[in-house]
């Protein structure tokens, strides 16, 4: 049997729904040999007028599955050529120039989908993430100097602090599902990229607060916008009227200043009922372990740091706790203190916990707590709602 019949007996049965393991093999392996199939089965197709959509984007995704890049694009085009707003068609289109970085182009095919369902809008929400912090990457302030308190989009930065920087996006990445539409406070904003981010994602003002006003003279030349607001200013004594903001963010802010308890309970009183508070802090456990509360952290711009269980209770005192997050795991089995403990009861020191290996790849990415095992995280994150 020629290869020609073969492609197109697999075609009939693909075109009646069959989409089967063998027909994908035929199909595959036929382009694999040779490149001018390609023509002959979009021309089969053709002729056979069903299901042409349908069966480009089975085809495309088969080619996407077995590495056969150059053949993605053509059959999704052709599928595109038959109606230009399938919703399956566009989504396969974004979700390829996804996965090669073209994100701008991804999102521009996403954007044609009429009916916009919660799919299509996760998807949507994800690229627009991905866009908003690709654009802060490139807004660098080459000229403001790093110095180890505020974190600065620069090529300094990028180059000798990239896990520190990508840290501080994610933490403003969560913090953009929630602002559409809403008055934000950014709390100890720094070089103020945050506040951008925030803006960028639709939020309807940002009042972005530091009380450097060097850091703030930058903020206002790099990242100026119509609605965003810089301003000097302690986060303990600000200018605002009590129920002034739908959201306060405030990253890494609460260790700088010499009472955490107090900017917790300023914080409230800033919010409306119902307000969100988005808060992070390092984890004492991990970053300063065997200190105390009271004693001053290895950081020299830390006045202290709390453990998790701190942390939580004094949030707890104004706000209901709706999500807890870790960020930046270091595993249990290469502490000292379950090694030596491990050692003390004959247990198996080499052992790696299965729980372990679920988290590898997340590398910066916010966990929530409820599915972290064996590990402790550096930083603490926390969405809260104000009582």
């Known amino acids: 049997m020629s290869i020609y019949t073969r492609l ?26 040779d490149e001018r199939l390609f023509d002959y089965i979009v021309s089969t ?11 480009c984007n089975y085809i495309a995704v088969w ?40 994100y701008q182009l991804a999102y521009s095919y996403i954007s044609k989908i009429k009916n916009k369902d919660n799919e299509v809008r996760v998807a949507a929400e994800e690229l627009l993430k991905i866009l908003n912090s690709n654009e802060i990457l490139h807004l660098e302030q080459n000229d403001v100097q790093f110095t180890g308190e505020r974190i600065v989009v620069n090529r300094l930065v990028k180059e000798q602090y990239s896990d520190v920087l990508e840290e501080h996006i994610k933490r403003y990445e969560m913090s953009c599902e929630y602002v559409k539409g809403k008055k934000v ?32 003279n930058s903020a206002k030349k790099d990242y100026d916008a119509p609605n965003l607001k810089f301003m000097c200013g302690d986060v303990n004594k600000l200018p605002f ?16 200043i010499e009472n955490g308890s107090n900017w917790i309970t300023e914080s409230a009183r800033l919010l409306k009922d119902d307000g969100l508070f988005l808060v992070s802090t390092p984890n004492r456990t991990v970053t300063n372990a ?9 950081n020299q711009h830390h006045q202290y740091e709390y ?10 005192k104004k706000y209901d706790i709706v999500k807890l997050y870790g960020q930046t795991f270091i595993k249990d089995q290469e502490t000292y203190y379950t090694s030596i403990m491990r050692q003390i009861r004959q247990m198996d020191t080499q052992i790696t916990p299965a729980s372990i290996n679920l988290l590898e790849s997340e ?25």
């Open 241 to 256: 009227e009590d129920a002034s903001f739908d959201i306060v963010v405030s990253y890494e802010t609460i260790e700088h």
């Open 363 to 387: 590398k910066h990415a916010l966990i929530p707590f409820g599915e972290v095992k064996d590990m402790q995280p550096m930083y603490i994150v926390a969405l809260c709602r104000k009582k």
């Open 63 to 102: 080619c996407y599955e077995n590495q056969m890049h150059d053949y993605i694009i053509p059959f999704l085009q052709e599928a595109l050529n038959q109606d230009p707003f399938d919703k399956v068609t566009l989504l396969n289109l974004s979700r390829i120039l996804m996965d090669v970085g073209e």
């Open 290 to 298: 065997g200190t105390f509360f009271n004693e001053r952290p290895l």
């Open 185 to 216: 406070l950014d709390a100890a904003c720094g070089a103020g990229y945050g506040s951008k981010m925030l803006v960028n994602a639709g939020a309807d003002i940002v009042f972005g607060v530091d009380i450097s006003e060097e850091s703030l």
């Open 307 to 316: 453990t998790a269980n701190e942390f939580v209770g004094e949030l707890l």
């Open 45 to 55: 197709i053709d002729k056979l007028n069903q299901n042409k959509i349908e069966m």
């Open 8 to 33: 197109e007996e697999a075609i009939i049965l693909l075109s009646q729904g069959k989409a089967q393991e063998n027909i994908e093999s035929i199909i595959v392996q036929s382009l694999k040999d």
